[in-house]
């Protein structure tokens, strides 16, 4: 009888599923949320006010219908919801677990004032997780197929968006990637205490069951040539993402001891998956002093796998303060509790050691005024300079496009930071200079999210239905 009560969201507050205990967390390579239960997920997403107008539709960046499925599993009908997540999102599932959701949709919740915003991405894994178990699977028995193939280059969340909807309109997506597994960042980037590769694992088998081929362990310009995909299918869809490592540019940075972020951590999945081909590629921190330069994503999943690796230390330099960092405060507060020392407003000027690295010199900083983006710009305090011991260092400043050299002879335009050229708005969305060929996801926006790539991928494929009219 309690979820009749309209006035749920004042007596029942917002709780999160519970979290692994912190021995556990901190030992292993497993994802730190727990599930819901069925009483549970039903009482919390009970709170959802059901607004006339919901901002956190607006707040998603898929639009998901999230009040409708909220109804839904408050009134235990989870294969219902199931389908209705699947309408507006390709991986209901992944975003569920590593949307920043305190930015997106928790964030645009009415209740996020005060009250405590509905968990709206933890229902969307309970629902997607739990339909998945007892057996629901997207229905494609009303498909109408066509005789149009698409290519699509990468089997990452732009690449999936664009072939889910392709597929389900009666289209052939054949999607290659050079990895050995589909999900591009998601399965090699994203480390499993956010997501586990299991999840990526069954969802490439309900892909397949819906008919998407996939080319794995084939790059594109080295195992088949793009003029071949040009040649042989009716369009081209490109999500290949952003794989130029940014540089802090100052002295030290080629010191043994120094690695980009993305290696070590596409290392460890290797390692922790069995998918190691070379042992040479795995970055040992074990017993070490591990200082991580950057504040987002990335820089808080070399933290935590640092933690887990069993560093002595782990310590995350930071150029703003707590307030501007541009990860999901979320993560922030689990690399916290898990030990990781922040050291906010220090911006690193050079990395110090003799013929091997042994410190970072850093200076203090304070905010000035805000940039072009609104962002407070860092500004160095004089004579605040010191040197923080590190024997690893991890830098995560982030990453720029890197087009392959092939696109320029095929007539697609590049910007001048290296983004493909493909406007939401026009004719056919997300088309490049070259009307055969469509692109998203990370490699159109620079480095952005999972749920931003998915969109993307998924209007992508909108424009295509339209230029090849069907
Ligand atoms: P990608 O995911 O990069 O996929 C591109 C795919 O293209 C790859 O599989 C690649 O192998 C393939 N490819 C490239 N070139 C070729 C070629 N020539 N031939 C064949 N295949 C090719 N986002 C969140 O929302 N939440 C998070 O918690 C989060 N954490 C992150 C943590 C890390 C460490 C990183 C690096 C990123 C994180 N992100 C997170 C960002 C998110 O993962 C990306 O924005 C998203 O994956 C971009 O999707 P994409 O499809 O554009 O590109
Ligand atoms: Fe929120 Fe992301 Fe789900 Fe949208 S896709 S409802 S932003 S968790």
Known sequence: ERL???FQFIEVGRVDPPKKDIITRTNEFVEVYQSFGERQVASQAHRCLDCGNPYCETGCPVHNYIPNWLKLVTDGNVMEAAELCHQTNTLPEVCGRVCPQDRLCEGACTLNDGFGAVTIGSAEKYI?????ALG???DLSHVQKTDKRVAVIGAGPAGLGCADVLV???VQPVVFDKYPEIGGLITFGIPEFKLEKSVMQLRRQIFTDMGIEFCLNTEVGVDISFEELLNDYDAVFMGMGTYNYMKGGFPGEDLPGVHDALPFLVANVNRNMGWEK???EFISVEGKRVVVLGGGDT???CNRSSIRLGARSVTCAYRRDEENMPGSRREVANAKEEGVKFLFNRQPVEIVGDGAVSGVKVVTTQLGEPDENGRRRPQV????EEVIPADIVLVAFGFRPNPPEWLAGHDVETADWGGVVAPEKQQFKFQTSNEK????GDMVRGSDLVVTAIWEGRQAAEGILDYLDV
């Open 4 to 6: 009749s009560n309209d």
């Open 128 to 132: 997607t997780d739990t339909a998945f």
């Open 136 to 138: 629901w699977r997207p």
């Open 168 to 170: 389900r309109n009666g």
């Open 278 to 280: 070379n042992p040479e």
């Open 299 to 301: 820089a808080m999943d």
């Open 381 to 384: 305090v004089p004579g605040s």
């Open 437 to 440: 060929v469509f692109a998203g």
